[in-house]
């Protein structure tokens, strides 16, 4: 899924491995885009970034970006959805 996203975007997509806090913290310094991992609706996360429609129903996972990026996150919304038909 990360890949048709980044491919649709026309983006280059760098696999960093790191715990939630980090990835996180990465988000809200402006150091990545967007996060992928074991992140779901009840994530205490979410309050502090943005956070995506779930990209998989079986496991209601979604993707994390930065805080205040509503475009980006209307974006792979889009994505997610097409993604789905």
Sequence with gaps: ???RI???L???LTLVCASEAALVAAL???E???AAGAFD???PWLEKV???LPYSRHSGRL???PPGENRWLMRLDQLIVAGSR
């Design 1 to 3: 899924m990360l890949e």
């Design 6 to 8: 980044a491919a649709e």
């Design 10 to 12: 026309e983006a280059k």
């Design 28 to 30: 809200r310094a402006g």
């Design 32 to 34: 990545l885009e967007l």
């Design 41 to 43: 609706g009840d994530s």
């Design 50 to 52: 943005g956070s995506t």
């Design 63 to 65: 993707l994390l970006t």
